[in-house]
């Protein structure tokens, strides 16, 4: 049996099931973007270097294993691919990267700007080799202007993109997302740009270049707190756990904790109000501009009656009302869930020294198609004899 039919009885054929991705990235968001890419059932072939390989192998706690040498932060990225070792600096590397670049549909990079040239390995030569090649480039504040040359980790632009103004309990403690938001983002808009671009190719026959940035990435979801600026002319900052538009929506303390609750119109107000003995048409709790401007006073009425009962009591009684609610979960308990289960969202693969193990799983799902069986996360280097032995099959 060939390597790539040993490979395609691993990962059942999906959307991209004849897609060929040239993972030359490292870290978060290029790794991201490929491991999507992966999950829709491309061959994803990472490069990495020698010594080491990708960074992200290093980085923890925790780490796992016999050895305690595997992260898991790295597991996190890198489900569904192959693992090759290749010194890009070296003139055996570079060839094999010639020869791989040929034969891929994708090319994931997330270097500084610059890089790649360097090595080599410009656009214009990378569509030489392959003019229907659709090359991926990540940066951390773009490809050109006067500051994209700068390198980009996710905290860095969680703070220069603006986010970390609006997070965080008040506008003078500004907080960075918990999650890597920036990295992740990144890699999602690269797979859609990807996506988008290999659907353009069909018609176009060339394949292009696809530019984003951790900057763009941000900023591309400010969604309503950018208009508050743009053209209401208002500085949006930190407001805790509630809304910056809509009143009562947030987080709400309970005789035993805090629950959320998300009353977004009048009609699920009143009924909120009516749970807690509050007057719905009080003139500065009537409609949501006025509660807004009252918040304050609206979160103390609310609490004053929320804690008189434990969280589940409330849970319970905003769900028969039909008020949209919801606890506060741990990490470990978000696994658990038997809902979080019934979508997919955990994942089995058996890994060759964890044996069995569960990761995140992917975020989409696609009706009538079968379960699709992921690969772990690869040791480094692991996959070196079957991606030349598929390679010297395509090139015959």
Same mark, same amino acid.
């Given at each position: 049996?060939?390597?790539?039919?040993?490979?395609?009885?691993? %990962?059942?054929?999906?959307?991209?099931?004849?897609? @060929?991705?040239?993972?030359?990235?490292?870290?978060?968001?290029?790794?991201?973007?490929?491991?999507?890419?992966?999950?829709?059932?491309?061959?994803? !072939?990472?490069?990495?270097?020698?010594?080491?390989?990708?960074?992200?192998?290093?980085?923890?706690?925790?780490?796992?294993? /016999?050895?305690?040498?595997?992260?898991?932060?790295?597991?996190?990225?890198?489900?569904?691919?192959?693992?090759?070792?290749?010194?890009?600096?070296?003139?055996?590397?570079?060839?094999?990267?010639?020869?791989?670049?040929?034969?891929?549909?994708?090319?994931?990079?997330?270097?500084?700007?610059?890089?790649?040239?360097?090595? $080599?390995?410009? @656009?214009?030569?990378?569509?030489?080799?392959?003019?229907?090649?659709? +090359?991926?480039? +990540?940066?951390?504040?773009?490809?050109?202007?006067?500051?994209? $040359?700068?390198?980009?980790?996710?905290? %860095? *632009?969680?703070?220069?993109?603006?986010?970390?103004?609006?997070?965080?309990?008040?506008?003078?403690?500004?907080?960075?997302?918990?999650?890597?938001?920036?990295?992740?983002?990144? $890699?999602?808009?690269?797979?859609?740009?990807?996506?988008?671009?290999?659907?353009?190719?069909?018609?176009?026959?060339?394949?292009?270049? @696809?530019?984003?940035?951790?900057?763009?990435?941000?900023?591309? @979801?400010?969604?309503?707190?950018?208009?508050?600026?743009?053209?209401?002319?208002?500085?949006?900052?930190?407001?805790?756990?509630?809304?910056?538009?809509?009143?009562?929506?947030?987080?709400?303390?309970?005789?035993?904790?805090?629950?959320? +609750?998300?009353?977004?119109?009048?009609?699920?107000?009143?009924?909120?109000?009516?749970?807690?003995?509050?007057?719905?048409?009080?003139?500065?709790?009537? !409609?949501?501009?006025?509660?807004?401007?009252?918040?304050?006073?609206?979160?103390?009425?609310?609490?004053?009656?929320?804690?008189?009962?434990?969280?589940?009591?409330?849970?319970?009684?905003?769900?028969? *009302?039909?008020?949209? *609610?919801?606890?506060?979960?741990?990490?470990?308990?978000?696994?658990?869930?038997?809902?979080?289960?019934?979508?997919?969202?955990?994942?089995?693969?058996?890994?060759?020294?964890?044996?069995? !193990?569960?990761? /995140?799983?992917?975020?989409?799902?696609?009706?009538?198609? *079968?379960?699709?069986?992921?690969?772990?996360?690869?040791?480094?280097?692991?996959?070196?004899?079957?991606?030349?032995?598929?390679?010297?099959?395509?090139?015959?």
């Amino acid at each position: 049996m060939d390597a790539a039919t040993m490979y395609r009885r691993l %990962i059942l054929q999906g959307a991209l099931g004849d897609i @060929v991705v040239l993972d030359l990235s490292r870290a978060l968001a290029g790794p991201h973007a490929a491991q999507m890419l992966g999950d829709l059932g491309a061959r994803v !072939i990472k490069v990495e270097h020698p010594e080491g390989g990708d960074e992200s192998r290093g980085w923890g706690p925790p780490f796992v294993g /016999p050895d305690h040498d595997i992260s898991t932060y790295f597991l996190a990225a890198n489900r569904n691919k192959q693992s090759i070792a290749v010194d890009l600096k070296s003139a055996e590397g570079k060839s094999l990267i010639e020869r791989l670049v040929r034969q891929s549909d994708v090319l994931v990079e997330n270097f500084r700007t610059g890089v790649l040239d360097r090595l $080599g390995f410009s @656009v214009e030569r990378l569509h030489e080799l392959n003019p229907r090649l659709v +090359i991926l480039s +990540i940066t951390g504040f773009g490809h050109d202007g006067p500051e994209g $040359g700068r390198p980009g980790y996710d905290q %860095i *632009a969680q703070g220069e993109a603006g986010l970390m103004s609006l997070t965080g309990p008040s506008p003078e403690e500004p907080y960075r997302v918990g999650a890597s938001i920036a990295d992740l983002l990144g $890699g999602i808009h690269g797979a859609y740009g990807v996506v988008a671009a290999l659907y353009e190719r069909e018609r176009a026959g060339r394949g292009k270049v @696809v530019r984003t940035s951790l900057l763009a990435a941000v900023t591309g @979801v400010h969604s309503y707190h950018g208009t508050a600026w743009t053209v209401g002319g208002q500085v949006p900052g930190a407001g805790g756990n509630h809304h910056a538009s809509i009143a009562p929506y947030g987080a709400f303390r309970c005789a035993d904790g805090m629950i959320q +609750i998300a009353a977004a119109n009048d009609v699920q107000w009143r009924k909120v109000a009516a749970l807690l003995d509050i007057d719905p048409d009080v003139a500065k709790y009537a !409609i949501n501009r006025e509660r807004f401007a009252h918040r304050d006073e609206l979160i103390a009425d609310m609490e004053q009656a929320l804690t008189k009962h434990d969280r589940g009591h409330w849970l319970a009684a905003l769900a028969e *009302a039909g008020v949209p *609610a919801g606890a506060i979960r741990s990490i470990d308990e978000v696994y658990a869930w038997d809902q979080t289960r019934s979508q997919g969202l955990v994942v089995e693969v058996d890994h060759p020294v964890l044996g069995t !193990i569960e990761l /995140p799983g992917p975020p989409l799902r696609f009706d009538g198609d *079968a379960p699709v069986r992921h690969t772990a996360p690869p040791a480094l280097g692991e996959h070196g004899d079957e991606v030349l032995a598929w390679l010297e099959e395509r090139e015959r």
